[in-house]
């Protein structure tokens, strides 16, 4: 004897099929793509660097996969022969977006440097500039010491 199923039977199993199917594809991503996908980051690089007569030019990219915000820039001359710092400074931007960069000028140039200490060249100095942002609450630091770097020519009077 032959049994044929019912219609509402099939109806019912085939509903509920279709709806795991529907569940199973959102929950999947849900759980195991946000897993395994890492979340952008800042990452910054010194694009430009230069000593000018009564300024100092600093140029910062983020070169990472999201945008910085409140992004803090520590940058100090050194003294020639000592490690004590001379010109400090911090300077906030507000934000650096993904692919993007900013410019600060420090007003401490090549004359500051070189009529503190008489005999001195503002190539004798070395520099450091320290960048550093909080980003989902993380961490993100770049340093830069530089030794060698460009310094423009006084200006013609």
């Not at 509402?8 to 929950?27: G, K, T």
């Amino acid at each position: 004897m032959k049994v044929k199923p019912s219609l509402s039977v099939v109806a019912v199993v085939l509903s509920s099929v279709a709806i795991v199917v529907s569940l199973a594809q959102p929950a999947y991503n849900l759980f195991m793509s946000s897993n395994k996908q890492e979340e952008g980051k800042p990452s910054f690089d010194l694009f430009n660097f230069y000593v000018a007569y009564t300024y100092t030019y600093i140029g910062i990219d983020n070169n990472g996969t999201a945008t910085a915000h409140n992004v803090f820039v520590t940058f100090y001359f050194l003294k020639p022969l000592n490690s004590n710092f001379e010109w400090a400074t911090i300077e906030c931007i507000p934000e650096i977006r993904e692919g993007g960069s900013a410019i600060l000028t420090i007003p401490v140039g090549r004359y500051h440097l070189e009529s503190t200490y008489p005999g001195t060249n503002a190539t004798d100095y070395e520099v450091h500039v320290a960048v550093f942002c909080v980003h989902e609450q993380s961490e993100i630091h770049a340093d830069f010491h530089l030794e060698d770097f460009k310094v423009l020519p006084p200006p013609h009077m």
